[in-house]
């Protein structure tokens, strides 16, 4: 939710230099935010519900390897899926939920096949213990945990689209240095190419955020580029070409007196700022 404030300030300054802004793009300013924080507060309530739905959940039995073998031969349509944790060499059965404690190290490399003859679901974890499944099994039947999901998805699309057009705006009209620009633009990318990185992003931004505040303040390293003070768009200059001449704004006063000058005022010959007009030279009429 911290990123809505710098980034409508930056679009607002943007749009007020260049009228392509388009004023409907700031909807995505507030979108992206607004659905993370909004899946992040119903993940956070689906997660504390699920997880009191797996405290109430009656103990797991326990059941032999040869009895679980005979229901797979006589009965594989009793079975949803099949567990299996290799390293203490243990099964998790679901539906008529059960676990195998011991099975014998021979029969682990059977297990698959077996399963696979008789159509039953199955997957191999290298460690883990009896009640992991169940637990998967809580969450992914939570409505609210989906709820959350289908939000996660429209709000990175929203992120990336704000950060960027924002971010890109701002630097062609010369709020931001090509450096900064190009980063926002990244970090708007990165919430969907990185998203299991979460610390990496939120680090980036906070940076990002921290300079634009500096900026916001004139106290962003290197100085505020000069767009900020002129009050209108200074692109900056292309790659191999020249900078522009002309004289930046200041807001230092010059000091001095000054007299007015009538527009159609010449100045005299000899003075300091004059200099004497050439004559018309005649043209010569061709016969």
Do not use: C
Not at 149 to 160: F, R
Request: net charge positive; proline share 8%.
């Amino acid at each position: 939710m911290l990123l809505v404030g710098p980034l409508l300030y930056l679009f607002r300054a943007a749009r007020a230099r260049n009228a392509r802004v388009q004023a409907v793009m700031v909807g995505f300013v507030f979108i992206g935010p607004i659905l993370l924080a909004a899946a992040g507060i119903v993940q956070g309530a689906g997660v504390t519900k699920a997880a009191s739905d797996f405290v109430r959940l009656p103990p797991e039995q326990t059941r032999s390897f040869s009895e679980f073998r005979s229901q797979v031969a006589h009965d594989p349509n009793g079975i949803d899926r099949v567990t299996i944790y290799t390293e203490p060499n243990s099964l998790e059965v679901q539906r008529t939920v059960y676990t195998v404690q011991r099975y014998p190290d021979k029969a682990e490399s059977r297990l698959p096949g077996d399963l696979d003859k008789a159509e039953i679901s199955h997957d191999s974890h290298s460690d883990g213990a009896a009640g992991d499944a169940r637990a998967v099994h809580v969450t992914d039947s939570s409505g609210a945990l989906k709820a959350a999901q289908g939000l996660v998805v429209p709000g990175l699309l929203g992120l990336v689209v704000g950060m960027a057009y924002v971010s890109l705006q701002a630097l062609r009209a010369g709020l931001l240095t090509r450096f900064v620009g190009s980063f926002g633009v990244a970090l708007g990318v990165a919430a969907i190419f990185i998203p299991p990185l979460v610390m990496l992003p939120a680090v980036l931004w906070a940076g990002f955020l921290a300079y634009l505040g500096l900026l916001f303040l004139g106290r962003a390293p290197g100085g505020r580029p000069p767009a900020w003070d002129a009050g209108e768009a200074i692109p900056w200059p292309k790659p191999g070409e020249a900078e522009s001449s002309a004289p930046r704004p200041s807001r230092d006063a010059i000091q001095g007196e000054a007299t007015e000058v009538p527009a159609s005022a010449e100045p005299a010959e000899g003075s300091p700022g004059g200099a004497p007009r050439s004559g018309r030279r005649k043209r010569k009429r061709r016969r």
